[in-house]
Each structure stands twice: as C-alpha cells, then as structure tokens.
C-alpha cells in the first residue's frame, strides 16, 4: 500500500470522557508528546493524512527518538554470525551469502557518502584534518560490529584487546557536524535503528546495558559536557571487561566544554579532532547534510560486509597463532571502503585512503604537538627548558583550567608533574618518543621533530652550564663549539633536501651559538610545518645571523 502511494485520512476522534487513574494519564501524556513528534501531514480542518513519505520519515524519528535506555521498547537488535557471514536485523535474515544487491542502490549511496564527507571542505579551519578524521571514524565504525569478537580472541590468547576499539569520541569545535555525522554514518549502517542518549542523562551503566541489547546496532551518546564527560567516560571506556562477542559500537560526540581527551582514554577509544566549523546559515553545506540525512541507504553497508565477513575467520586464526601480532582491522576496513567505494564511482578522492592502527595511535598525540607548538610561537615566555634537569615547563599564567586541560594531554611516561598554573614534562621521553613520529594529517604522512633539540640530546657534550647568572653562562670547550656547529650546519643543509612538515606553528627549543669572531649563527628553532611532502621527510632547522652567546629558551 505504501509502495502505491495509497494516502488515508483520518477523522480526528473525540476524546471519551473516561475514569483513568493520574499514572495511566501521565504515561499517556508522555506518549502523546512522542507521537505529536511524528510530524505526520495534516488538513486544513484537522484530518491527519498518512502518506509512504511521512510515515516513514515519522517511523525514522519514532525510532531514533532520545532514550532514557530503561522502559524503552522501541530497542531493535541486529547480529552478526561469523561463521556463516549473515546478518540478522530482528531475527530476520538482512544479508546472507546468497543476498543480491542492487548496484545502481549501492553507487546512489557510495556518491552521496562521497559528497557528504568532502562538503566539510567548505567549513572554516583545518578542513584537511577534519575529511581525514571523518573518514578514520567511518572507517573504524563500519568494522566496530566485528571487533568484539576479534577482542575476546585477543584476551582469551594473551593479545591486546586495545587493538580492536569499540567506543569512538568525536570532539572540537561547535558547529563542527559531529552530532549529524553521527546519526548519518549509523543510518548508513543498519538504517533507522540506532539508539541515541542524551548527553545530560547518560551513565556509563545505561550505556553498558543498552549496547548488549541492540547488538551490532550503533549507540549514539550525543552533547556530552565536561562534568558528565569527566565523570561517566573513563569509568566506561577504561574498565570495560566484556568478553562476550556481540554488543554495540559506542560513539560519544562532545559539546564545546571538553577541549582535551586523557591519554588514558585516547589508547583505548578512536578519538578524532574536528578542528573545523561552518556557520548556521552556510546553506550548500546544509543542503548536502539534510540530503544525506534523509536519503542515505544501507545499500553500501551491505556490499561492505559481503567483502568484510569472510576476512575474519582468517583474521581470528591469525590473533590465536600470533597474538602479538594481530591484524590491523582499521587499515583492513579503510582498503576495503576505498576500493569497494571507487568500484562504483570509478575514481576516489585523495582524502580517502588507507588508514592503519599505527597512525590512528600517532593522531592521538597531534593535540599535544599543536598545543606546544601554539604556546611557543604565541607565548614564548611561558615556554623553559632545564637541559640539565631534562625538563620542559609550560606556565599558563594563572589560567588553571587551561593548565588542567593541557595536562590531560601528555602521555604518563611524559608528565613529571603539575603544580597550580605550570605543567613540567620530562624533556627527553618527549624528544625520544616524539623525535621522529610519524602520522598522517589530511592528505600528507607527517613527520614530527624536534630537530635541534634531538641532535643535542645525542651530544655526549653539555649544551651549557647554569652560572651566577643568565650573563655569565657560556659554551664550555672549543670542541663543543666545533660539534654544535656542525650539528647547527647538517641542520640547516638538510633544509634544502628535504620538506618542512609538522604542526602548525613553531617550536622554539633552539640554541644560540656565541660570537667567535666571524660572526656567529643562532638556531631560533626547529620549524615544524606542514606539507605536501612524502613520510619521513625531516624538519628544517632555521638558520639565522647572531647574537649575543647564550644559550636561548634554556635555564
């Protein structure tokens, strides 16, 4: 009936006068606020008109309507059997081996994948990285239904169930797209059927409980604010212990109160950054969200498990013999979604590659580089470094909310300690870990060095020695002046050769050499940069004319 496009009318009824008692009147209140929400079309002397468009846009919303996640039951439940690569949506058969799908329904939804993702090219700010982290979390997304099962092979082998993540964060800027995204890429999924808790009302309890019952179906927890984030989050991702092989993908989406994400939660969850907005009245970039909302099929979900399903059992075997080396579910996700993708639209955008666990794992250090970055080329004076001592201390000037946020960014092998308004980190795990990073920030895979600073840490000379006062401090031996400026001149000639890549900004942990009377150099900093360049490439150091012979930025 609703294929022919039948529309029935409805007589609005009176209301009978009946003796209901104040519970059943409450309930019924709840109800009819849920079912004036349906937005069903209506007459000019009242009568609802019930055709296929509204009712399923009605449906949509009855289903995906905000959940207390206890008396709900409108809960629907779809699971997967590895064995036999089905799928089944309310113990109906939705995708077996046998299932024929139809190629022109899976490019309508692979285009409009495509489109909707490079819309976010028209926000404003690092739209490059914004593409790039939608594109990790729909890549892990799509794979997050299989990895309970791939965990508890881990566990029960000695492996590392942290390489198969099943909680994903989104957080950044507001009006970044993060809670339409969320809905978007889980309608893609199953259709209609996920499950969203509000922000405000949401327990790491609810979660646990409701993600058993919808199965592989994602969880959406949307608006989340700081004290609830602070609160509920660690609980929720750091202790989860279950070991069954069927529960759903959690995705958290943030409100503009939670600017930092503990490292602690940062290994166990896909975190991604949006550091890109558009505003409210930016119609192209609306128009494609509201379209895709409302059109996006199942269509390409389904073609991606039939590619997907027969992979595990491989993948399971390969965890039991080799747990230490298990295998990248993320990069195998993100090749298949690019070539199952490019198949059907017969060429990809560059944004759309390949992903590994490895470069998921180094993004997570991208917010502490750029935060560092930031404070050294904008506040230099917060910024001092004790070689000596090995420490690297960042002063926020009073502001302790800020001092709390960037300590929940550095690593625990990293942080030496935190007293009121200043950060202090160990200087050298900084340079060993992060001297040669590598991770991928839009189109590019990005190396990460601080040039100067790790080529003085390899000096089996002092950088300098701490005197009666900044005056007084002076390069020691005439052999440490001959190394330093041979490490100052490989630095600046390897700027020729090679590309400048990094964060935005500079870091500023160089030194200055003193006069010797030819006129000496200094080395300002270490410019960390992006670019196009290929991974690996390293990271200029600025060479610059002198200055007065001491060692610059250090106690």
């Known amino acids: 009936m609703l294929s022919a496009g039948v529309a029935i009318i409805e007589d609005r009824l009176k209301l009978p006068s009946t003796g209901l008692t104040a519970d059943a009147l409450k309930v019924a ?24 468009t509204s009712f399923f846009r009605a449906y949509r919303a009855h289903q995906t309507a905000p959940t207390d996640g ?47 993702l ?133 995705i958290i989406s943030t409100n503009k109160q939670v600017s930092a994400v503990s490292p602690d939660i940062r290994k166990r969850a896909v975190v991604c950054l949006i550091d890109a907005a558009i505003p409210d009245q930016h119609i192209p970039s609306k128009e494609i969200v509201h379209r895709a909302h409302a059109q996006i099929g199942t269509n390409l979900y389904r073609a991606y498990l039939k590619r997907l399903l027969p992979l595990l059992p491989a993948m399971r075997e390969q965890i039991t013999e080799r747990p ?3 295998p990248d579910l993320l990069e195998i996700s993100s090749t298949l979604m690019r070539d199952l993708i490019g198949s059907y639209t017969k060429s990809v955008p560059d944004w759309m590659r390949p992903v590994t666990n490895s470069e998921r794992l180094a993004m997570n250090d991208r917010p502490l580089l750029d935060q560092l970055n930031d404070i050294a080329a904008n506040h230099e004076d917060s910024v001092t470094i004790n070689r000596r001592a090995g420490e690297l201390s960042v002063n926020f000037g009073g502001d302790h909310v800020q001092a709390n946020n960037f300590e929940k960014l550095v690593p625990a092998f990293a942080l030496k300690r935190r007293f009121a308004d200043s950060v202090t980190i160990d200087l050298k795990a900084v340079e060993k870990i992060y001297g040669a990073q590598a991770f991928s920030r839009g189109n590019a895979r990005i190396a990460v060095e601080i040039e100067v600073a790790a080529i003085l840490a390899r000096s089996n000379d002092r950088v ?37 890549v990094g964060h935005r900004g500079d870091l500023r942990t160089g030194v200055r050499r003193g006069r010797n009377g030819g006129g000496a ?3 300002v900093r270490a410019a960390l940069r992006p670019s196009g360049g290929a991974s690996g490439a390293a990271v200029r ?15």
């Open 70 to 116: 206890v008396s709900d039951d409108r809960i629907a439940r779809a699971s997967i059997v590895t064995d036999t690569g089905e799928v089944f949506l309310e113990d109906n058969l939705w995708l077996g081996s046998q299932s024929e799908l139809d190629p022109e329904e899976i490019r309508a939804d692979a285009m409009l994948m495509v489109e909707y």
């Open 118 to 250: 490079a819309s976010f090219a028209n926000f404003f700010g690092n739209t490059e990285g914004a593409i790039s982290s939608y594109w990790t979390f729909l890549s892990w997304l799509y794979a997050a239904p299989v990895a309970p099962w791939l965990r508890q092979a881990a566990v029960l082998n000695s492996g590392d169930p942290l390489a198969y993540p099943v909680f994903g964060i989104l957080y950044g800027r507001p009006n970044g797209g993060k809670s339409w995204f969320s809905e978007i890429a889980a309608s893609s999924m199953f259709g209609p059927v996920w499950k969203q808790l509000r922000g405000a009302t949401f327990t790491a309890n609810r979660v646990l409980g409701l993600r058993e019952r919808l199965g592989a179906i994602p969880l959406l927890i949307d608006d989340v604010n700081r004290d609830r984030f602070t609160r509920e989050v660690p609980d929720l991702v750091k202790f989860d212990r279950d070991r069954s092989t069927l529960y759903a993908p959690v």
């Open 521 to 523: 150099r200094r080395v």
């Open 541 to 555: 150091a600025r060479a610059e004319l002198a200055g007065d012979g001491r060692p610059a930025s250090e106690i």
């Open 324 to 326: 230490m080396a298990p």
């Open 29 to 52: 209140g709840i109800e009819g606020v849920r079912l004036r929400g349906l937005e069903l079309e209506a007459t000019k002397n009242g009568k609802t008109v019930i055709t296929a």
């Open 464 to 500: 300098g020695q701490r005197g009666g006062s900044r005056r007084e401090e002076e390069w020691q031996e005439p052999k440490s002046r001959a190394k330093r400026a041979e490490a100052t001149d490989a630095a600046a000639a390897r700027a020729g050769a090679r590309s400048i």
